[in-house]
């Protein structure tokens, strides 16, 4: 079997509270074939200080201003070496030290160009407050409000290549719109693993105000008439609905 070399994008911006403990959980896997990519819009606190920390295990790491989240992952893709990439953000933390040997497997074993599976939402002094379980993808689950957690998504290079990286016409909605072309589009074959890749902490742009809000389903919206969702008005009802259980 093929084992693929991952390459890790991480891409920060003033994250000294959480960059150093994103960085450890990568550089502990016990994984070989890592290719470790760090890209930060010019942090103007200790991010970099602390990045440079742990520069012999990290491949590449670059500095300077961008056009935001989306833009700086497009920076990672374009520089990554990798056969399969995967992005790690600098508030989030891998579950386990075997979580890329698992990954690599699963491409290994199964005729797939995605892999992905859940991911816990954590909180400060409460642990666990969010259990996002995916489940495996079949066709037109997209139509129904179903995504996978983008945190846990890892992807063959050679897709972006074909189908495009991050569009930043979409906003906080440009992973959604990413993931939904590629599977839901473009059909590109997919394999859930089941167990939980990431612990994030809980918050995000997307969330922090009504108007946040408010542009996040107006860009969700956009993203489904785009990729040819069926009904986007049903689709974005159940969006929401299709994570209640997560809380349980």
Not at 126 to 139: N, P, T
Not at 191 to 205: A, D, E, I, N
Not at 212 to 224: G, V
Request: with cysteine; proline share 4%; hydrophobic share 45%.
């Amino acid at each position: 079997m093929h084992y693929p070399k991952i390459s890790v994008i991480t891409v920060c911006y003033n994250a000294q509270s959480t960059i150093e403990q994103c960085i450890r959980s990568v550089v502990s896997q016990d994984y070989q074939d890592i290719e470790y990519i760090i890209i930060d819009g010019a942090s103007t606190d200790n991010t970099v200080s602390i990045i440079e920390k742990y520069i012999k295990d990290i491949r590449l790491f670059v500095s300077a201003p961008d056009n935001g989240i989306y833009d700086a992952m497009n920076k990672g893709i374009a520089l990554a070496r990798g056969d399969v990439i995967g992005i790690l953000n600098a508030d989030d933390v891998f579950a386990g030290n075997h979580i890329l040997s698992d990954i690599a497997q699963a491409f290994a074993g199964n005729a797939v160009d995605i892999v992905y599976g859940d991911l816990d939402y954590i909180k400060p002094g409460k642990g666990i407050v969010r259990k996002w379980r995916a489940g495996q993808y079949k066709k037109g689950m997209f139509n129904r409000g179903w995504m996978p957690p983008h945190p846990t998504f890892y992807c063959k290079r050679q897709v972006f290549a074909r189908f495009g990286n991050y569009s930043l016409e979409f906003g906080t909605a440009a992973d959604y719109e990413l993931m939904l072309r590629f599977m839901h589009l473009r059909q590109v074959p997919s394999f859930y693993l089941q167990q939980v890749f990431v612990k994030m902490m809980v918050g995000g742009v997307s969330n922090k105000n009504i108007i946040n809000r408010i542009n996040s389903l107006f860009f969700d919206l956009k993203a489904m008439y785009r990729n040819e969702i069926i009904f986007p008005p049903i689709a974005l009802l159940f969006k929401p609905l299709v994570k209640i259980v997560q809380y349980f």
